[in-house]
């Protein structure tokens, strides 16, 4: 059974930085694709950046050049660096992960995390 648990939220000032971590367990996909999204009061869920197996990244246009997603696969483990944080960053972060190569609708992932409340305080 796959397992991510997302954890690192938290609330911290606009320009502050968090670092968010999705640890993986259970699934034995040759391929996979982890995906950070996230979801604001209201509003639907959007990915947010993704990192393919191969360790190719892309990221949403929102975010480029303030988050840096990572993985370590030692550890199982999925991260999100988010520097320069806004008001408009304050969301729900869910993790997710899929076989295959990556895609950026929620729809193309089974596997997702509780998610980890972030928010930034103007």
């Known amino acids: 059974q796959v397992q991510l648990v997302e954890s690192g939220g938290g609330t911290v000032q606009s320009g502050g930085s968090l670092r968010l971590s999705c640890a993986t367990s259970?699934?034995?996909?040759?391929?996979?694709?982890m995906a950070w999204f996230r979801q604001a009061p209201g509003k639907e869920r959007e990915w947010v950046a993704v990192?393919?197996?191969?360790?190719?990244?892309r990221y949403a246009d929102f975010v480029k050049g303030r988050f840096t997603i990572s993985q370590d696969n030692a550890k199982n483990t999925l991260y999100l660096q988010m520097n320069s944080l806004k008001p408009e960053d304050t969301a729900t972060y869910y993790c997710?992960?899929?076989?295959?190569?990556?895609?950026?609708?929620?729809?193309?992932?089974?596997?997702w995390g509780q998610g980890t409340q972030v928010t930034v305080s103007s």
């Open positions: 997710a992960l899929r076989s295959g190569p990556c895609l950026y609708y929620t729809y193309g992932y089974r596997n």
């Open positions: 259970g699934y034995t996909y040759s391929t996979v694709c």
């Open positions: 990192v393919a197996k191969n360790g190719s990244t």
